[in-house]
């Protein structure tokens, strides 16, 4: 079934993935079947002091399956979740695998800016969220969206008699994930159950996850990281115990750790930091941790090299994206390859090519944009024609806009990016997207939003305004951001107030020098 134009790789590229088997013809769906099968008494899921058995997910997924149906979603239906790290995310998630509904993941940290934007754009029918008041929002400015459920009154999509029946195709899209928005707000990525199962089994093998895996969710389990890499899903194929925690800091992680004697986490590089400081000073017992995932941005070497002595565990380095291209160190790697590089490709046919600015291949050792086309990486995104025709070359490579250095192994360094956008801590802040809000201030004449180095976030933010009238403060920016309702992570971190901007040759805002002066800037209020 083709999805709003959606029809997925060439058939030639698909034969050959299923001839080699990375794709096996298995929905997300089946897979939690066959887990309960192996293994119908084992502790499946975690949250607080509710625990599901493998038998027991695989039954209330099916009655939240009978539920959808009930309520009138079919296949194909869009359906927007916002959840946080909830029983309820993970039960409505295999629900809709099973009846064929696709779920589009917001993350927690959207708001009705964001959330309106994904709602419209999927044509969802139907959203799930934790706050009635952003659900009863989105449900009177999407015009699409029927009704919403929330968390408080879930059962109502628990029907006594669950649905065994699984309605979905493996080559159906089985899950909508979020950009990371490099340009305005999210483009939509259709994973489908095939390419998404490889995606989480390959992480599950080259991370050593195994049914006596214990995978604490410690970051919103709505991210692809933390839901595939190989995260819930990875783990709940493998037969191991997911424990999803409401947040990632060491007070609500460490206790956690010690009592369901978790083995694996995935953080992004300032969440490593905090846990590494914190472990010196509240000596936890973090005895069972096996393994650290590290992602979503570049770890230092000297905070990758802290890991094994502080936590007394493995590293394993994760640089990937969304879009599909994952690349892990593995767990037999020098030290040297663990500390400084973010992995090598998953697969076999990942085929990766790094380039210069005029599409020429560049040599090892010097950084070129990556360009990649593999079994589980996307070949176009949901509803957005004219972004796929800068986005993908004509013969099926995804232009994923980072610059990277490749190293004879086959391993690659991070370098940075080649588009518009600021890695504040594995966030994506889209630069254009908060500039167009903030220039509907009344007191913003013009502005340029310019990332600039920060120890703990990897980035920071920093808008510089040219003002109409009085110039604004941050508090009144901040302000106004927030009642337009986006994330918090986008708001800016400093804002500093200019006559004029920078030029270039070409007339354009020159923000090499706007990020030269961010830079500068903290370092004078640092010295104040």
Same mark, same amino acid.
């Given at each position: 079934?083709?999805?709003?134009?959606?029809?997925?790789?060439?058939?030639?590229?698909?034969?050959?993935?299923?001839?080699?088997?990375?794709?096996?013809?298995?929905?997300?769906?089946?897979?939690?079947?066959?887990?309960?099968?192996?293994?119908?008494?084992?502790?499946?899921?975690?949250?607080?002091?509710?625990?599901?058995?493998?038998?027991?997910?695989?039954?209330?997924?099916?009655?939240?399956?009978?539920?959808?149906?009930?309520?009138?979603?079919?296949?194909?239906?869009?359906?927007?979740?916002?959840?946080?790290?909830?029983?309820?995310?993970?039960?409505?998630?295999? %629900?809709?695998?099973? /009846? &064929?509904?696709?779920? #589009? @993941?917001?993350?927690? =940290?959207?708001? *009705? !800016?964001?959330?309106?934007?994904?709602?419209?754009?999927?044509?969802?029918?139907?959203?799930?969220?934790?706050?009635?008041?952003?659900?009863?929002?989105?449900?009177?400015?999407?015009?699409?969206?029927?009704?919403?459920?929330?968390?408080?009154?879930?059962?109502?999509?628990?029907?006594?008699?669950?649905?065994?029946?699984?309605?979905?195709?493996?080559?159906?899209?089985?899950?909508?994930?979020?950009?990371?928005?490099?340009?305005?707000?999210?483009?939509?990525?259709?994973?489908?159950?095939?390419?998404?199962?490889?995606?989480?089994?390959?992480?599950?093998?080259?991370?050593?996850?195994?049914?006596?895996?214990?995978?604490?969710?410690?970051?919103?389990?709505?991210?692809?990281?933390?839901?595939?890499?190989?995260?819930?899903? %990875?783990?709940?194929? /493998? &037969?191991?115990?997911? #424990? @999803?925690?409401?947040? =990632?800091?060491? *007070? !609500?992680?460490?206790?956690?750790?010690?009592?369901?004697?978790?083995?694996?986490?995935?953080?992004?590089?300032?969440?490593?930091?905090?846990?590494?400081?914190?472990?010196?000073?509240?000596?936890?017992?973090?005895?069972?941790?096996?393994?650290?995932?590290?992602?979503?941005?570049?770890?230092?070497?000297?905070?990758?090299?802290?890991?094994?002595?502080?936590?007394?565990?493995?590293?394993?380095?994760?640089?990937?994206?969304?879009?599909?291209?994952?690349?892990?160190?593995?767990?037999?790697?020098?030290?040297?390859?663990?500390?400084?590089?973010?992995?090598?490709?998953?697969?076999?046919?990942?085929?990766?090519?790094?380039?210069?600015?005029?599409?020429?291949?560049?040599?090892?050792?010097?950084?070129?944009?990556?360009?990649?086309?593999?079994?589980?990486?996307?070949?176009?995104?949901?509803?957005?024609?004219?972004?796929?025709?800068?986005?993908?070359?004509?013969?099926?490579?995804?232009?994923?806009?980072?610059?990277?250095?490749?190293?004879?192994?086959?391993?690659?360094?991070?370098?940075?990016?080649?588009?518009?956008?600021?890695?504040?801590?594995?966030?994506?802040?889209?630069?254009?997207?908060?500039?167009?809000?903030?220039?509907?201030?009344?007191?913003?004449?013009?502005?340029?939003?310019?990332?600039?180095?920060?120890?703990?976030?990897?980035?920071?933010?920093?808008?510089?305004?040219?003002?109409?009238?009085?110039?604004?403060?941050?508090?009144?920016?901040?302000?106004?951001?927030?009642?337009?309702?986006?994330?918090?992570?986008?708001?800016?971190?400093?804002?500093?107030?200019?006559?004029?901007?920078?030029?270039?040759?070409?007339?354009?805002?020159?923000?090499?020098?706007?990020?030269?002066?961010?830079?500068?800037?903290?370092?004078?209020?640092?010295?104040?």
């Amino acid at each position: 079934m083709t999805l709003d134009g959606f029809t997925g790789w060439p058939p030639e590229f698909a034969r050959r993935y299923r001839d080699l088997g990375y794709w096996q013809g298995r929905t997300l769906g089946g897979l939690l079947h066959d887990s309960a099968r192996r293994g119908p008494d084992r502790t499946a899921l975690v949250d607080g002091e509710r625990r599901w058995t493998y038998a027991e997910l695989d039954r209330d997924a099916g009655r939240v399956a009978a539920g959808l149906r009930r309520k009138g979603l079919v296949r194909g239906d869009r359906l927007l979740v916002h959840l946080p790290n909830v029983a309820e995310f993970v039960l409505l998630l295999f %629900g809709c695998f099973r /009846a &064929g509904v696709v779920p #589009v @993941l917001a993350l927690p =940290a959207h708001r *009705e !800016t964001e959330l309106e934007h994904l709602g419209t754009l999927a044509g969802a029918v139907a959203c799930v969220s934790d706050d009635a008041a952003l659900a009863a929002t989105i449900t009177e400015r999407v015009p699409t969206v029927r009704r919403a459920f929330v968390t408080g009154s879930f059962a109502e999509l628990l029907t006594e008699n669950p649905d065994g029946e699984d309605a979905a195709d493996p080559a159906d899209i089985a899950v909508l994930l979020l950009s990371g928005g490099t340009t305005g707000l999210p483009k939509l990525i259709p994973r489908t159950h095939d390419d998404y199962a490889y995606n989480l089994r390959a992480s599950a093998e080259v991370s050593a996850t195994t049914g006596d895996t214990v995978y604490l969710a410690a970051l919103p389990a709505a991210h692809n990281f933390a839901l595939a890499c190989p995260g819930v899903l %990875g783990t709940l194929w /493998a &037969g191991g115990t997911v #424990v @999803l925690s409401a947040s =990632a800091d060491p *007070e !609500t992680a460490f206790p956690l750790i010690e009592r369901e004697r978790v083995t694996t986490v995935a953080l992004v590089p300032p969440l490593v930091l905090v846990w590494l400081d914190a472990a010196e000073f509240l000596e936890p017992d973090l005895s069972s941790l096996r393994l650290v995932q590290a992602g979503g941005a570049r770890l230092k070497e000297e905070a990758a090299r802290r890991v094994r002595p502080v936590l007394g565990c493995a590293l394993q380095q994760v640089y990937g994206m969304a879009e599909g291209l994952l690349n892990f160190t593995r767990l037999d790697d020098p030290d040297e390859l663990v500390a400084n590089t973010q992995g090598r490709p998953l697969s076999a046919d990942d085929e990766v090519l790094l380039v210069d600015e005029d599409g020429r291949p560049v040599p090892d050792g010097e950084p070129g944009e990556l360009l990649v086309r593999g079994p589980y990486t996307l070949r176009g995104y949901f509803r957005a024609p004219e972004h796929n025709r800068r986005s993908f070359t004509p013969d099926g490579f995804y232009r994923s806009g980072d610059l990277v250095r490749r190293q004879p192994s086959g391993h690659l360094v991070v370098e940075g990016r080649r588009r518009d956008v600021i890695n504040r801590g594995g966030d994506k802040v889209p630069v254009e997207e908060v500039e167009n809000l903030l220039l509907a201030h009344p007191a913003v004449h013009d502005v340029a939003i310019v990332g600039f180095p920060d120890e703990a976030m990897g980035e920071r933010s920093c808008a510089f305004v040219v003002a109409h009238g009085t110039p604004p403060t941050r508090a009144d920016l901040v302000a106004h951001l927030t009642a337009l309702g986006i994330a918090a992570f986008k708001l800016p971190d400093r804002v500093r107030v200019l006559d004029s901007f920078p030029r270039t040759g070409l007339g354009k805002v020159d923000r090499v020098v706007l990020a030269d002066l961010a830079v500068r800037s903290g370092q004078r209020s640092a010295r104040a």
